[in-house]
Nanobody
Framework: QVQLVESGGGLVQPGGSLRLSCAASGSFFSINAMGWYRQAPGKERELVATITDGFTTNYADSVKGRFTISRDNAKNTVFLQMNSLEPEDTDVYYC??????????????WGQGTQVTVSS
């Protein structure tokens, strides 16, 4: 029983900023890595950024220097600060969490997706 709830998507102008949030809730032992992915219509979901429970980050080349992933472990929340947004960033963004359950097995959990549109 794990749920990921996303917020913060919307419409912004090129060069603008947006901050996505994703909070995990439910019954689990701990959260390992968390990340953000995005998916365009008809395309496969692609990695945007990940962050481990030790706060090690990884970014897709296309967003390096523009996006910042962070997390608040006390709130089981991961954030994606998106700056200098480009029209090419327009996608549905999905939160992901690698969660350790009470039986110590890891499962992958996904948010419902939030639309980010960069246009002017």
């Amino acid at each position: 029983q794990v749920q990921l709830v996303e917020s913060g998507g919307g419409l912004v102008q090129p060069g603008g900023s947006l901050r996505l949030s994703c909070a995990a809730s439910g019954s689990f032992f701990s959260i390992n890595a968390m990340g953000w992915y995005r998916q365009a219509p008809g395309k496969e979901r692609e990695l945007v950024a990940t962050i481990t429970d030790g706060f090690t980050t990884n970014y897709a080349d296309s967003v390096k220097g523009r996006f910042t992933i962070s997390r608040d472990n006390a709130k089981n929340t991961v954030f994606l600060q998106m700056n200098s947004l480009e029209p090419e960033d327009t996608d549905v963004y999905y939160c992901n969490a690698d969660i350790r359950m009470h039986d110590f097995r890891f499962i992958g959990s996904w948010g419902q997706g939030t639309q980010v549109t960069v246009s002017s």
